[in-house]
C-alpha cells in the first residue's frame, strides 16, 4: 500500500510569491491534514479537509489556504510568502473516522 | 489552554537502558494521547497511542504511562537500541482529533549510545 505522497520535496520561493504544495492520500482514506514544522515550534495544526470540504484551520491568516479534489487529494497555497513561512510542510490523512494520522515525508519550504 | 509540554529537550541513553520522556497538558477535554517517532527527512510516524481510559499501554519496547490525575503521560522505552535514535513527539486531541487537529509538544531528541 502506498504512503502518503507529498510534492515537490523542496520548494525554494522569493519573499512576495505563492507557494503551491500538493499532497496524496493513502487510498481509501477521506481526511486530509495540512501541518507545518518550523524549526524551534514543533508541529502545528494548519487545516483539516474531509469530503471536499475544509473543516477546521489552525491559528494561521488567511493567505494560507487550500482544497481537496473528489480524488481526496489535496492542495496547500501560501500566498504573499514571508521569510518565516520556511518551514517543513506535512500533510497527514486518516479514514474518515480518526483514530490514527499517516504522514508524508513532506515539503521543505524555503523563502528567500 | 492547548498546550502540551514535553520534556526533556534532549536525552542521551545507554544502549540496553530505559529511556523515558514526559507530557503535561491542561485541556481536560483532550482524549486521545499519540506519540510519533521522526527521522531525519522522514514525516512523524505513530509510534503508539493511549486513551484516558486506561492507565498503561505496552507495545513491544514502548510503553506509555497515563495519569488523569495529573494530566501527565509519559513514554518509556525499553531496552532501548542505537536505531531508537530519533526525535519524539507527544501529542493530544479531543474530539477524535478531526475536529481541532493534533496538538503537539515540542518533541525530543533521543541519542542511544553504543
Known amino acids: 500500500e502506498a504512503g502518503v505522497t507529498q510534492s515537490p520535496t523542496h520548494l525554494i520561493k522569493t519573499r512576495g510569491q505563492q507557494a503551491t504544495l500538493r499532497c496524496s492520500p493513502i487510498?481509501?482514506?477521506?481526511?486530509v491534514y495540512w501541518y507545518q514544522q518550523a524549526l524551534g515550534l514543533g508541529l502545528q495544526f494548519l487545516l483539516w479537509y474531509d469530503e471536499g470540504e475544509e473543516r477546521n484551520r489552525g491559528n494561521f491568516p488567511p493567505r494560507f489556504s487550500g482544497r481537496q479534489f473528489p480524488n481526496y487529494s489535496s492542495e496547500l497555497n501560501v500566498n504573499a510568502l514571508e521569510l518565516e513561512d520556511s518551514a517543513l510542510y506535512l500533510c497527514?490523512?486518516?479514514?474518515?473516522?480518526?483514530?490514527?494520522?499517516?504522514f508524508g515525508s513532506g515539503t521543505r519550504l524555503t523563502v528567500v | 489552554q492547548q498546550q502540551v509540554k514535553q520534556s526533556p529537550q534532549s536525552l542521551i541513553v545507554q544502549k540496553g537502558g530505559i529511556s523515558i520522556i514526559n507530557c503535561a497538558y491542561e485541556n481536560t477535554a483532550f482524549d486521545y494521547f499519540p506519540w510519533y517517532q521522526q527521522f531525519p527527512g522522514k514525516g512523524p510516524a505513530l509510534l503508539i497511542a493511549i486513551r484516558p481510559d486506561v492507565s498503561e499501554k505496552k507495545e513491544g519496547r514502548f510503553t506509555i504511562s497515563f495519569n488523569k490525575s495529573a494530566k501527565q503521560f509519559s513514554l518509556h522505552i525499553m531496552d532501548s537500541q542505537p536505531g531508537d535514535s530519533a526525535t519524539y513527539f507527544c501529542?493530544?486531541?479531543?474530539?477524535?482529533?478531526?475536529?481541532?487537529?493534533?496538538?503537539f509538544g515540542k518533541g525530543t531528541h533521543l541519542i542511544i549510545q553504543p
Open positions: 501529542a493530544a486531541s479531543s474530539s477524535g482529533g478531526g475536529a481541532d487537529g493534533l496538538t
Open positions: 487510498s481509501g482514506h477521506t481526511s
Open positions: 497527514a490523512s486518516s479514514p474518515g473516522t480518526f483514530y490514527g494520522y499517516t
